[in-house]
């Protein structure tokens, strides 16, 4: 090989590369699929029937989602299996509008839009870590 094609041949890899993290970003952006809360009334408890597929989908612990719930909804629900069961009759079509402000606030990351983030508490402050671009933005230590 010359030195021509040697060039050739980094620019064709350089454009793959390029091309490839094009596809990353695209593919994690669409990847955060949100489950639509399954919420229903049964005497005066309300049950949030599919809790469970959040925290997977969202990569939290329940325990944290669970907490912002309860804070939200002045309640105290707890976890049963899959379920939640709040007492008292919530409004069902809230629980959507939580969900949405909870990934809002702490999972997407407010630099990228990115949904690949973890939490990270460090005395008493919380972050949000985007794996995604690198940024760090605080949250409320609560939820972190
Ligand atoms: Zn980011």
């Known amino acids: 090989m010359n030195k021509d094609d040697n060039d ?50 969202l990569r939290r612990e329940p325990e944290k989602i669970l907490l912002y719930l309860n804070k939200e909804l002045a309640s105290a629900g707890y976890i049963a299996g899959e379920r939640v069961i709040f007492l008292g009759r919530k409004e069902p079509s809230s629980f959507s509008a939580l969900i949405d402000r909870y ?11 990115s949904p690949d983030t973890r939490t990270e508490k460090t005395k008493k402050l919380g972050f949000l870590h ?3 671009c690198g940024a760090r933005s605080s ?3 609560t939820y972190a």
């Not at 669409?30 to 997977?56: C, D, H, S, Y």
């Not at 990934?103 to 839009?113: A, E, M, T």
Request: charged share 25%.
């Open 8 to 57: 050739k041949a980094y620019e064709v890899l350089l454009k793959r590369i390029q091309t490839n993290l094009g596809d990353t970003a695209k593919k994690s952006a669409a990847r955060l699929e949100v489950p639509v809360p399954q919420v229903m009334w049964v005497g005066q408890r309300t049950i949030f029937r599919n809790f469970m597929e959040f925290p997977k989908a």
């Open 103 to 113: 990934i809002k606030d702490y999972v997407i990351c407010p630099v990228c839009q």
């Open 130 to 132: 985007c794996e995604a």
């Open 139 to 141: 949250i409320k230590a």
